[in-house]
T-cell receptor, first 106, second 113 residues
Framework: GIQVEQSPPDLILQEGANSTLRCNFS?????LQWFHQNPWGQLINLFY???GTKQNGRLSATTVATERYSLLYISSSQTTDSGVYFC????????FGAGTTVTVRA | KAGVTQTPRYLIKTRGQQVTLSCSPI?????VSWYQQTPGQGLQFLFE???????NKGNFPGRFSGRQFSNSRSEMNVSTLELGDSALYLC????????????FGEGSRLTVL
């Protein structure tokens, strides 16, 4: 299956800071998604982005499929952005990275 | 956006028992896949169903099984529970599964004592 690597594993930010999370995947994929896992465990969809760039408020994402990586940008971070962010690549199944744990301090 | 209902949300079982978890996608989403999340192994794929047929299966023992009904609702069953089966079980739904966006339910948190 596809190998997915996320970096960094942990990120501590001051409120208002910007950050970039990276996701590398080992093979071509049908689908690339970013999720935020809430404290109760649900995976909340952030982006469905097999290629190109998308923006949603303070979040944006870019996937360069030919180079097999995706980036998630968080701008003007808020404490509510804290949590674990996963990227997942789909061939016949979603292969998840290990996640990036983001802590935003007030 | 899909609304996915998983039941039960929380349950406690003892070793050797069995458990059945349910996942109900909204109409039009015929692909249902199941994932197990544990602190040690992360998120791992269990199996995927589409139109009542299992299309793909992950690397789990035969104690883990599933099925899908004609209304696309899916159940997964774990027999002869072990302590290591304690996990968050998540289902994901999609219109066709191998392409397109997938949406997750809130999960079923299983504790095996």
């Amino acid at each position: 299956g596809i190998q997915v690597e996320q970096s960094p594993p942990d990120l501590i930010l001051q409120e208002g800071a910007n950050s970039t999370l990276r996701c590398n995947f080992s093979d071509s994929v049908n689908n690339l998604q970013w999720f935020h896992q809430n404290p109760w465990g649900q995976l909340i969809n952030l982006f469905y982005i097999p290629s190109g760039t998308k923006q949603n408020g303070r979040l944006s994402a870019t996937t360069v499929a030919t180079e097999r990586y995706s980036l998630l940008y968080i701008s003007s971070s808020q404490t509510t952005d804290s949590g674990v962010y996963f990227c997942a690549a789909l061939d016949y199944k979603l292969s998840f990275g290990a996640g990036t744990t983001v802590t935003v301090r007030a | 956006k899909a609304g996915v209902t998983q039941t039960p949300r929380y349950l406690i079982k003892t070793r050797g028992q069995q458990v059945t978890l349910s996942c109900s996608p909204i109409s039009g989403h015929r692909s249902v896949s199941w994932y197990q999340q544990t602190p040690g192994q992360g998120l791992q794929f269990l199996f995927e169903y589409f139109s009542e047929t299992q299309r793909n299966k992950g690397n789990f023992p035969g104690r883990f099984s599933g099925r899908q009904f004609s209304n696309s609702r899916s159940e997964m069953n774990v027999s002869t529970l072990e302590l290591g089966d304690s996990a968050l079980y998540l289902c994901a739904v999609g219109r066709e599964g191998l392409h397109g966006e997938l949406f997750f339910g809130e999960g079923s948190r299983l504790t095996v004592l």
